[in-house]
């Protein structure tokens, strides 16, 4: 039977997706709303494969698959996503990931791409380059302004002055939670990807502060 250990952050997404590979025969041998707790325990358990989220909180999903590549793990690892971002995409396809599905298409395609994963060493999702291809035309057609809230625009500001999150609760009198709540909605909105400074270049680029 093969062996799985799951990551996800959000415990309700966690136990569906252990119940959906019990369901289909999987040993799920671990399952962890921590990163760090996942990264152990595949190095431990050496499972055949790992499934992972990769916005998670301290270490995400490709800085977690970096840490097994470079430990030369032979777990093969899945990638699972909200965000059809082409460079987050190509970065995970360098550190060599097997696997790559967007959340939305967990259900009909996760057994798809373990198989696939498992026979072939690679699955990437057609679906993901459609919407990818989609959502770069969609976002270069529209006004960025009408994506954003006010208090979006106003967050940005801040970061193209070079504040903190701290900073930026302070003046605002919001607490640092909700910043990177805004930061969160705002890179997902305009399509960026999760390296840690593409909102400031962005911010730089379009706006006149």
């Given at each position: 039977?093969?062996?799985?250990?799951?990551?996800?952050?959000?415990?309700?997404?966690?136990?569906g997706t252990k119940h959906f590979l019990e369901s289909n025969s999987f040993n799920v041998i671990g399952a962890y709303t921590n990163s760090i707790e996942a990264l152990n325990s595949i190095l431990a358990k050496k499972p055949t494969l790992a499934i992972l989220d990769i916005s998670m909180p301290g270490m995400d999903g490709l800085e977690l698959a970096q840490k097994?590549?470079?430990?030369?793990?032979?777990?093969?690892i899945i990638l699972l996503t909200?965000?059809?971002?082409?460079?987050i995409f190509n970065k995970a396809k360098s550190i060599g990931v097997n696997g790559y599905i967007l959340k939305e298409f967990v259900e009909t395609e996760l057994?798809?791409?373990?198989?696939?994963?498992?026979?072939s060493d690679y699955y990437f999702s057609s679906k993901l380059h459609t919407l990818i291809k989609n959502n770069s035309r969609n976002t270069t057609k529209s006004n960025w302004k009408e994506l954003l809230t006010n208090s979006e625009l106003k967050i940005i500001e801040?970061?193209?002055?070079?504040?903190?999150?701290?900073?930026?609760?302070?003046?605002f009198f919001i607490s640092i939670r909700t910043v990177e709540t805004h930061r969160r909605n705002i890179i997902k909105k305009l399509n960026l990807s999760s390296d840690k400074n593409a909102l400031l270049m962005w911010g730089l680029k379009h706006l006149n502060v």
């Open positions: 039977m093969t062996s799985v250990i799951i990551a996800d952050d959000h415990p309700f997404l966690l136990r097994l590549t470079d430990n030369h793990s032979k777990t093969k909200m965000h059809n971002d082409l460079s057994i798809t791409c373990i198989k696939n994963v498992l026979s801040q970061i193209t002055l070079y504040k903190s999150n701290k900073e930026i609760a302070d003046l």
